[in-house]
Protein backbone atom coordinates (compact mmCIF):
# COMPACT_ATOMS: atom_id res chain seq x y z
CA UNK A 1 0.00 0.00 0.00
CA UNK A 2 1.41 3.55 -0.90
CA UNK A 3 1.71 6.41 1.75
CA UNK A 4 -1.39 8.39 0.17
CA UNK A 5 -3.58 4.98 0.44
CA UNK A 6 -2.56 4.37 3.81
CA UNK A 7 -3.15 8.21 4.66
CA UNK A 8 -7.00 8.29 2.88
CA UNK A 9 -7.82 4.77 5.04
CA UNK A 10 -6.57 6.53 8.20
CA UNK A 11 -8.49 9.86 7.40
CA UNK A 12 -11.54 7.18 6.24
CA UNK A 13 -11.52 5.61 9.77
CA UNK A 14 -10.73 8.62 11.90
CA UNK A 15 -14.06 10.12 10.39
CA UNK A 16 -16.16 6.66 11.13
CA UNK A 17 -14.93 6.73 14.87
CA UNK A 18 -15.80 10.67 15.10
CA UNK A 19 -19.31 9.73 13.50
CA UNK A 20 -19.70 7.16 16.14
CA UNK A 21 -18.26 8.39 19.28
CA UNK A 22 -21.31 11.64 18.10
CA UNK A 23 -24.07 9.30 17.80
CA UNK A 24 -23.22 6.60 20.70
CA UNK A 25 -22.54 8.08 24.44
CA UNK A 26 -18.85 6.94 25.04
CA UNK A 27 -19.54 4.79 28.39
CA UNK A 28 -17.07 5.45 30.59
CA UNK A 29 -18.91 9.31 30.09
CA UNK A 30 -22.36 8.10 31.05
CA UNK A 31 -20.92 5.78 34.05
CA UNK A 32 -19.17 8.86 35.31
CA UNK A 33 -22.13 10.65 34.72
CA UNK A 34 -24.45 8.26 36.47
CA UNK A 35 -21.96 8.45 39.25
CA UNK A 36 -21.78 11.99 39.67
CA UNK A 37 -26.02 12.08 39.30
CA UNK A 38 -25.97 9.88 42.12
CA UNK A 39 -23.57 11.95 44.41
CA UNK A 40 -25.44 14.68 43.80
CA UNK A 41 -29.15 13.05 45.21
CA UNK A 42 -27.17 12.01 48.25
CA UNK A 43 -26.32 15.19 48.54
CA UNK A 44 -29.66 17.26 48.25
CA UNK A 45 -31.38 14.27 50.19
CA UNK A 46 -28.51 14.70 53.22
CA UNK A 47 -29.32 18.96 52.57
CA UNK A 48 -33.44 18.20 52.71
CA UNK A 49 -33.04 16.27 56.22
CA UNK A 50 -30.88 18.33 57.79
CA UNK A 51 -33.10 21.05 57.10
CA UNK A 52 -35.90 19.47 58.15
CA UNK A 53 -34.08 19.02 61.39
CA UNK A 54 -33.14 22.41 61.86
CA UNK A 55 -36.86 23.64 61.10
CA UNK A 56 -38.30 20.37 63.70
CA UNK A 57 -35.91 21.60 66.68
CA UNK A 58 -37.08 25.00 65.95
CA UNK A 59 -40.77 24.58 65.78
CA UNK A 60 -39.94 22.38 69.00
CA UNK A 61 -37.34 22.93 70.87
CA UNK A 62 -35.24 19.98 73.57
CA UNK A 63 -37.37 20.25 76.64
CA UNK A 64 -35.69 19.66 79.81
CA UNK A 65 -35.99 20.70 83.50
CA UNK A 66 -33.40 22.36 85.71
CA UNK A 67 -31.81 18.93 87.72
CA UNK A 68 -31.12 18.92 91.57
CA UNK A 69 -27.57 19.67 92.72
CA UNK A 70 -25.80 17.09 94.55
CA UNK A 71 -26.80 18.70 97.99
CA UNK A 72 -30.40 18.99 97.06
CA UNK A 73 -30.85 15.13 96.47
CA UNK A 74 -32.91 12.78 98.11
CA UNK A 75 -34.64 9.91 96.44
CA UNK A 76 -38.04 11.52 96.75
CA UNK A 77 -37.00 14.95 95.42
CA UNK A 78 -35.52 12.69 92.41
CA UNK A 79 -38.53 10.25 92.24
CA UNK A 80 -40.69 14.12 91.49
CA UNK A 81 -37.97 15.85 89.26
CA UNK A 82 -38.32 12.84 86.56
CA UNK A 83 -42.37 13.49 86.73
CA UNK A 84 -41.87 16.74 86.28
CA UNK A 85 -39.60 16.41 83.38
CA UNK A 86 -41.97 13.98 81.92
CA UNK A 87 -45.01 16.45 82.64
CA UNK A 88 -43.12 18.86 80.73
CA UNK A 89 -41.50 16.21 77.64
CA UNK A 90 -45.18 14.56 77.04
CA UNK A 91 -47.46 16.25 74.92
CA UNK A 92 -50.08 13.99 74.54
CA UNK A 93 -51.87 13.33 77.76
CA UNK A 94 -53.49 10.18 77.14
CA UNK A 95 -50.37 8.56 78.56
CA UNK A 96 -50.34 7.84 82.27
CA UNK A 97 -46.77 7.12 84.02
CA UNK A 98 -46.19 6.50 87.71
CA UNK A 99 -42.32 6.68 88.69
CA UNK A 100 -41.14 4.16 91.41
CA UNK A 101 -37.48 3.65 93.33
CA UNK A 102 -35.87 0.75 92.47
CA UNK A 103 -32.61 0.01 94.40
CA UNK A 104 -29.33 2.47 95.15
CA UNK A 105 -26.14 1.53 93.82
CA UNK A 106 -22.58 1.82 95.91
CA UNK A 107 -20.10 2.78 93.55
CA UNK A 108 -16.59 4.01 94.48
CA UNK A 109 -16.91 7.33 93.81
CA UNK A 110 -21.12 7.82 93.45
CA UNK A 111 -23.95 6.27 94.06
CA UNK A 112 -26.50 5.38 91.45
CA UNK A 113 -30.06 5.76 92.00
CA UNK A 114 -32.12 3.97 89.47
CA UNK A 115 -35.64 4.63 89.05
CA UNK A 116 -38.71 2.61 86.62
CA UNK A 117 -41.26 4.94 84.91
CA UNK A 118 -44.18 2.98 83.69
CA UNK A 119 -46.45 3.66 81.00
CA UNK A 120 -49.40 2.98 79.54
CA UNK A 121 -52.39 4.30 77.70
CA UNK A 122 -55.95 3.75 79.10
CA UNK A 123 -58.85 3.86 76.49
CA UNK A 124 -62.70 3.74 76.98
CA UNK A 125 -62.64 0.36 76.17
CA UNK A 126 -60.00 -0.65 78.47
CA UNK A 127 -60.15 1.69 81.54
CA UNK A 128 -57.37 -0.15 82.86
CA UNK A 129 -54.33 -0.70 80.90
CA UNK A 130 -53.02 -4.44 80.53
CA UNK A 131 -50.20 -3.33 78.48
CA UNK A 132 -47.36 -0.93 79.49
CA UNK A 133 -43.89 0.38 78.30
CA UNK A 134 -40.95 1.42 80.62
CA UNK A 135 -38.19 3.53 81.04
CA UNK A 136 -35.34 3.07 83.41
CA UNK A 137 -33.85 6.49 84.60
CA UNK A 138 -30.39 6.44 86.90
CA UNK A 139 -29.50 9.30 88.59
CA UNK A 140 -25.51 9.60 89.25
CA UNK A 141 -24.59 11.36 92.74
CA UNK A 142 -20.69 11.38 92.99
CA UNK A 143 -19.22 11.07 96.24
CA UNK A 144 -16.42 13.92 95.19
CA UNK A 145 -18.33 16.46 93.73
CA UNK A 146 -19.05 19.88 95.46
CA UNK A 147 -22.29 20.04 96.80
CA UNK A 148 -23.72 23.01 94.25
CA UNK A 149 -22.39 20.39 91.11
CA UNK A 150 -25.73 19.25 89.39
CA UNK A 151 -26.04 15.17 89.71
CA UNK A 152 -25.78 13.04 86.27
CA UNK A 153 -29.16 11.59 85.00
CA UNK A 154 -29.72 9.64 81.91
CA UNK A 155 -32.37 6.93 80.42
CA UNK A 156 -32.79 3.84 78.67
CA UNK A 157 -36.05 2.58 77.63
CA UNK A 158 -37.37 -1.24 78.28
CA UNK A 159 -34.97 -3.65 76.18
CA UNK A 160 -32.86 -1.09 74.50
CA UNK A 161 -29.26 -0.39 75.01
CA UNK A 162 -28.92 3.27 74.02
CA UNK A 163 -28.42 5.41 76.87
CA UNK A 164 -29.89 8.80 76.52
CA UNK A 165 -29.70 12.23 78.52
CA UNK A 166 -32.34 14.72 79.35
CA UNK A 167 -31.59 17.61 77.45
CA UNK A 168 -29.35 16.28 74.75
CA UNK A 169 -31.80 13.67 73.48
CA UNK A 170 -35.60 14.61 72.92
CA UNK A 171 -37.78 12.22 74.64
CA UNK A 172 -39.85 10.37 71.77
CA UNK A 173 -43.05 9.33 73.14
CA UNK A 174 -44.03 7.11 69.66
CA UNK A 175 -40.81 5.05 71.40
CA UNK A 176 -43.14 3.96 74.08
CA UNK A 177 -46.17 3.66 71.58
CA UNK A 178 -43.87 1.19 69.62
CA UNK A 179 -42.98 -0.97 72.37
CA UNK A 180 -46.88 -0.96 73.68
CA UNK A 181 -47.77 -2.18 69.91
CA UNK A 182 -45.36 -4.74 69.77
CA UNK A 183 -46.35 -5.86 73.03
CA UNK A 184 -49.74 -6.23 72.11
CA UNK A 185 -49.58 -7.68 68.98
CA UNK A 186 -47.48 -10.53 70.71
CA UNK A 187 -50.21 -10.77 73.39
CA UNK A 188 -52.61 -11.08 70.59
CA UNK A 189 -50.83 -14.03 69.00
CA UNK A 190 -51.25 -15.78 72.10
CA UNK A 191 -54.80 -14.80 72.94
CA UNK A 192 -56.23 -18.38 73.55
CA UNK A 193 -53.79 -18.10 76.05
CA UNK A 194 -55.06 -14.63 77.66
CA UNK A 195 -58.77 -14.54 77.24
CA UNK A 196 -59.81 -17.64 79.04
CA UNK A 197 -63.12 -17.27 80.92
Known amino acids: MSETQNSTSQKAMDEDNKAASQTMPNTQDKDCEDKLTQVALALVEDVISY ?57 IHSFLYIYYVHWSISTAELPVAQISAGTY ?23 QALVHRPGMVRFRENWQKNLTDAKHSFMESFSFLFNRV
Open 51 to 107: AVKIVEEEQNPLKNIKWMTHGEFTVEKGRKQIDEYFSKCVSKKCWAHGVEFIERKDL
Open 137 to 159: FTMKVSKTKPPDAPIGVFYVGDH
